[in-house]
């Protein structure tokens, strides 16, 4: 799930991800290109829901994906409640954001 709210007295745009309780992981990360790829970690709650927030410019448009772990294995989620998807040059697809 993603929220977005605009803080106007900041002037940005504060987008939380979440994924629900049940998502077996872990470590959850958002990789995307305003962090030139290098992963964020998602916040584990108590009630087992993972949270991250982050901030960004008006206007801004981010690629991303979440890099889930578990297992030790890998794997790459899009997020159904992005604004779009855009193709990668991993023959794949990112995720769209427009804050």
Same mark, same amino acid.
Not at 69 to 96: E, K, L, M, R
């Given at each position: 799930?993603?929220?977005?709210?605009?803080?106007?007295?900041?002037n940005?745009?504060?987008?939380t991800?979440?994924?629900? @309780?049940g #998502?077996?992981?872990?470590?959850?990360?958002?990789?995307s =290109? #305003? /962090?030139?790829w290098?992963? @964020?970690?998602?916040d584990?709650?108590?009630?087992? %829901?993972? %949270?991250?927030?982050?901030?960004? +410019?008006?206007?801004t448009v981010v690629?991303?994906?979440?890099?889930?772990? /578990?297992?030790? $294995? #890998? $794997?790459y989620? *899009? =997020?159904?409640? +992005?604004?779009? #998807? +855009?193709? *990668?040059?991993?023959?794949? =697809? *990112?995720?769209?954001?427009?804050?």
């Amino acid at each position: 799930m993603i929220k977005k709210q605009y803080v106007k007295s900041r002037n940005v745009t504060k987008v939380t991800f979440e994924h629900p @309780v049940g #998502v077996e992981a872990d470590a959850i990360e958002l990789i995307s =290109d #305003v /962090h030139d790829w290098r992963p @964020v970690p998602f916040d584990r709650l108590k009630n087992g %829901k993972w %949270k991250l927030v982050q901030e960004f +410019a008006p206007g801004t448009v981010v690629q991303f994906r979440y890099r889930i772990s /578990h297992d030790g $294995s #890998v $794997s790459y989620w *899009n =997020d159904d409640d +992005a604004d779009g #998807v +855009a193709p *990668n040059d991993q023959g794949t =697809d *990112n995720s769209i954001l427009r804050c």
